[in-house]
């Protein structure tokens, strides 16, 4: 079974800096796509930061600029630096992982979620 879990969430005052990271544990052959997502109460989930195994990212602009998401293919971790951070930037943040369990298979794993507040 594969399972990921999340770190580094908190209380953080508007213009600070944050990382969650994310680690997969368990049995798989590999993992194809990372990715974080939040969602705000009453908000619909949004995708925030992807990278690729060969390293290629996309963030949607309301976060570009300001979050790095960078992932370790031997650790199986990622992680999401996050700028600048405003109070519209508060919400619940999920890791997000495209788990190749075997070479002709693939599964969807999302983390339990880490809570980020952004208020003075």
Same mark, same amino acid.
């Given at each position: 079974?594969? &399972?990921? !879990?999340?770190?580094?969430?908190?209380?953080? &005052? %508007?213009?600070? /800096?944050? $990382?969650?990271?994310?680690?997969?544990?368990? +049995?798989?052959?590999? =993992?194809?796509? !990372?990715?974080?997502?939040?969602?705000?109460?009453? *908000?619909?989930?949004?995708?925030?930061?992807? =990278?690729?195994? /060969?390293? $290629? #990212?996309?963030? %949607?602009?309301?976060?570009?600029?300001?979050? #790095?998401?960078?992932?370790?293919?031997? *650790?199986? #971790?990622? +992680?999401?630096? !996050?700028?600048?951070? *405003? %109070?519209?930037?508060?919400?619940?943040?999920?890791?997000?992982?495209?788990?190749? =369990?075997?070479?002709? &298979?693939?599964?969807? =794993?999302?983390?339990?979620?880490?809570?980020?507040?952004?208020?003075?």
């Amino acid at each position: 079974q594969v &399972q990921l !879990m999340e770190s580094g969430g908190g209380l953080v &005052q %508007p213009g600070g /800096s944050l $990382t969650l990271s994310c680690a997969a544990s368990g +049995s798989f052959s590999s =993992i194809d796509n !990372m990715e974080w997502y939040r969602q705000a109460p009453g *908000k619909q989930r949004e995708m925030v930061a992807s =990278i690729s195994s /060969s390293g $290629t #990212t996309n963030y %949607p602009d309301s976060v570009k600029g300001r979050f #790095t998401i960078a992932r370790d293919n031997a *650790k199986n #971790t990622v +992680s999401l630096q !996050m700028h600048s951070l *405003k %109070p519209e930037d508060t919400a619940v943040y999920y890791c997000y992982a495209l788990v190749r =369990i075997r070479v002709w &298979q693939r599964t969807s =794993i999302w983390g339990q979620g880490t809570q980020v507040t952004v208020s003075s």
